[in-house]
C-alpha cells in the first residue's frame, strides 16, 4: 500500500475518534472500556496459557 493511503487511513482515523469523541462522548467511552476489557481478557487468557505450560 503507497505511503500516501497509509498517511490518509492513519489521519482520517483520528479524525474520526476525535470527532466520536468530541460529539458522542458516552459511545466513545463504552467503546474504549470495551476495548480494555478485551485487552485484560486476552492478558488473563495469555497468562493462564503460560501458567498452565509451565506447571
Known amino acids: 500500500m503507497p ?4 498517511k ?5 482515523s ?3 475518534l476525535i470527532y466520536f469523541m468530541a ?3 458516552d ?5 474504549f472500556k470495551a476495548i480494555g476489557a478485551a485487552l485484560v481478557a486476552m492478558a ?8 498452565t ?3
Open 3 to 6: 505511503v500516501f493511503v497509509k
Open 8 to 12: 490518509l487511513l492513519a489521519w482520517g
Open 14 to 16: 483520528v479524525a474520526f
Open 23 to 25: 460529539f458522542r462522548p
Open 27 to 31: 459511545g466513545a467511552a463504552q467503546m
Open 44 to 51: 488473563q487468557g495469555l497468562g493462564d496459557f503460560l501458567t
Open 53 to 55: 505450560l509451565m506447571t
